[in-house]
């Protein structure tokens, strides 16, 4: 395992928080730094466009300041989420603000890109690209892209259907790089796990959703409170791909979820219309992604909180008697 400059010295645990439509905002993503994980957020949650560069100083200046307060305890890195989809029609625009700000680190979605990769690396960033098989992740590095992140069976999200046990292992049968693993991780012992299976950071979403400074109405937040696994549904009907959404939530908006219909894929949009607003389906407003994880989520709290619990079980995780 490797475990890239850029983070050294600055995790509390191994942990890129995902970057969350619509709920990952500067308030979160700062929470997340300080707290000594990787903070992120999808480029596109920034609407009007305009709002990136803002979002972008903020980020910058509160967490350089942070840094400057605790030299000997400085700071997780940040990144930005760019959806690489030929809808994306801000792609252009919204990197060139990352190269305007050196973002540290790209989390790419949805395509690979040899000429994206290439410019981050040119102002000194790293890109991290998230994989659903083998097919793609070998893509990504062919590519260019410094780490992947496997998004395993029971992701919240466009989550994949790969175990994260064999898609660690097969991951690690040709590639040494750096791996983020995605996948029903909630508490510190999951994160542990990853590790153990051969990743170098857990990736969490759905816990996040449940804190304080995520930009979530209060009745989604405390579904992902109140859910099990149990609650999980995967379906494709709501983008066109294949992810997993909250059973409450499908309920309460009149759809039966053990009888989903299938999506067309080709209506997949990750665009802005002509009001500068994300493109989206209305189902988004209404359908709320979780993954299975949720079940050691059981309440809401603020970031650094739910970050201090997942430390103190990662630490305490060990093998139990035989």
């Known amino acids: 395992m490797s475990m890239p400059a850029l983070f050294r010295g600055r995790l509390s645990i191994p942990v890129i928080g995902s970057p969350l439509f619509i709920i990952s905002v500067p308030d979160l993503v700062i929470a997340q730094c300080k707290a000594g994980v990787v903070g992120s957020f999808p480029s596109l949650n920034a ?30 890195p940040f990144a930005v989420n760019q959806i690489v989809h030929k809808s994306n029609n801000r792609l252009d625009h ?23 990769n290439q410019a981050v ?8 690209h998230d994989v659903i098989n083998q097919k793609f992740a070998h893509k990504a590095i062919e590519k260019g892209a410094d780490g992947l992140i496997l998004v395993a069976a029971g992701a919240g999200g466009h989550a994949g259907t790969i175990s994260p046990l064999a ?15 995605s996948g029903a991780i909630g508490n510190g012992k999951a994160i542990r796990a990853a590790r153990i299976l051969g990743a170098d950071f857990a990736y969490i979403g759905s816990a996040f959703i449940a804190t304080k400074e995520a930009n ?20 494709n009907l709501f983008t066109g791909v294949h992810g997993n959404y909250l059973k409450p939530s499908i309920l ?3 759809m039966d979820p053990e009888n989903l219909p299938t999506s067309d894929p080709s209506k997949m949009n990750f665009g802005t219309d002509a009001s500068g607003e994300r493109a989206k389906p209305k189902a988004w407003k209404e359908i709320w992604g979780s993954g299975q994880g949720v079940g050691s989520i059981d309440g809401i709290v603020p970031a ?16 139990p008697p035989l």
């Open 304 to 319: 650094a909180e739910m970050i201090a619990r997942f430390k103190k079980e990662y630490d305490e995780a060990v093998d």
């Open 252 to 254: 309460a908006a009149g």
């Open 216 to 235: 979530a109405v209060e009745t989604y937040k405390e579904m992902i409170a109140g859910a099990s696994a149990d609650d999980i549904v995967y379906s």
């Open 121 to 128: 690396h040119g102002w000194g960033g790293i890109v991290f």
């Open 94 to 116: 919204d990197m060139q603000l990352c190269a305007k700000y050196k973002v540290p680190m790209i989390i790419s979605s949805l395509g690979a890109r040899e000429e994206l």
């Open 167 to 181: 898609f660690v292992a097969e991951t690690r049968k040709w590639f040494d790089g750096p791996i983020a693993l």
């Open 47 to 76: 609407r009007p466009p305009e709002l990136l560069d803002e979002w972008l100083a903020r980020i910058t200046e509160e967490l350089a300041a942070y840094d400057r307060a605790h030299p000997d305890k400085p700071s997780a």
